[in-house]
């Protein structure tokens, strides 16, 4: 069992920045996805950014050119650098890893509010 552990989250302005990071319990290795999602009540989650074990990185079309996604294998450990916020930005942003069939593990979550 692998635990997510997130932190980062917060109140800024419109057009301000925050980074999200998100620690696994134990060390990552071989085929994985790792990245962030994002969910405000009454919706879906939805994927925000996610990051392969071969480096490859993917974004929602909404956060293209505003957030950043990274990690640091010898940390466990993924950011997302958020730059540029919006109010609609405004969510719980969880982490996951997903490593393959049922091996998909979620953070608790962290509230990200961004006031206009």
């Known amino acids: 069992q692998v635990q997510l552990v997130e932190s980062g989250g917060g109140l800024v302005q419109t057009g301000g920045s925050l980074t999200l990071s998100c620690a696994a319990s134990a060390t990552v290795v071989g085929i994985y996805v790792m990245g962030w999602y994002r969910q405000t009540p009454g919706n879906q989650r939805e994927l925000v950014a996610n990051?392969?074990?071969?480096?490859?990185?993917n974004y929602v079309d909404s956060v293209k050119g505003r957030f950043t996604i990274s990690r640091d294998n010898a940390k466990n450990t993924v950011y997302l650098l958020m730059s540029s916020l919006k109010p609609e930005d405004t969510a719980v942003y969880y982490c996951n890893l997903f490593l393959g069939g049922s091996r998909n593990y979620w953070g608790q979550g962290t509230q990200v509010t961004v006031s206009s």
């Open positions: 990051i392969n074990n071969g480096g490859t990185t």
